[in-house]
């Protein structure tokens, strides 16, 4: 007995294909009834099993479809997802450099700001001090010049007269000649 139903449908062919031809006729032939029915048995017989692992197969192969399918749509979803994460990143890096930028802007334009305040509060303070200098300066003038003339008419009072006084003839200082 044959094992599979193609080597059966073979056999089959083979039979019809070898038959002695009926008279008088082209397309018929004579075949063992017997033998032909058996073979068919045959051919039947082996069909549930074939067409069972055929279907079997089938099944495999939908499976296996629909397993690649859920990996690919889970690689998809995967690849999305990190491509999100990415571009996330990406905008917060974006935005962090973006706040350290106007951070870095802010503190420049405070920097120059303290500068410049600084620079008025000490060109105020020195001007000022000039001012008070220049006032003691003017007041210790007045002061020497009241002290000379106190000095001169001390001297005058007592010598009558003259630079020279009852010191031995010693002369006075006059800061007004230096």
């Given at each position: 007995m044959a094992s599979g139903v193609e080597e059966l449908l073979d056999m089959l062919f083979e039979m019809i294909d070898e038959a002695?031809?009926?008279?008088?006729?082209?397309?018929?032939?004579?075949?063992e009834r017997d033998q032909a029915l058996d073979l068919i048995d045959d051919i039947r017989s082996q069909f549930p099993m074939e067409l069972t692992e055929a279907r079997k197969m089938m099944a495999r192969r939908a499976e296996m479809e629909a397993e690649a399918k859920r990996k690919a749509e889970s690689i998809v979803r995967a690849a999305e997802?990190?491509?999100?994460?990415?571009?996330?990143?990406?905008?917060?890096?974006?935005q962090a450099r973006q706040r350290a930028n106007d951070m870095m802007r802010q503190a420049e334009e405070r920097s120059r700001e303290l500068k410049r305040s600084a620079n008025e509060y000490c060109e105020d303070a020195l001007r000022r001090t000039e001012e008070a200098v220049s006032e003691a300066y003017n007041e210790i003038k007045q002061s020497r010049s009241r002290f000379r003339a106190a000095a001169a008419a001390t001297v005058n009072n007592t010598t009558g007269g003259g630079a020279q006084g009852a010191a031995g003839g010693r002369t006075m200082y006059d800061a007004d000649r230096d």
């Open positions: 002695k031809r009926v008279p008088l006729s082209n397309d018929k032939c004579q075949i997802e990190r491509a999100k994460q990415l571009l996330a990143s990406d905008t917060i890096a974006l």
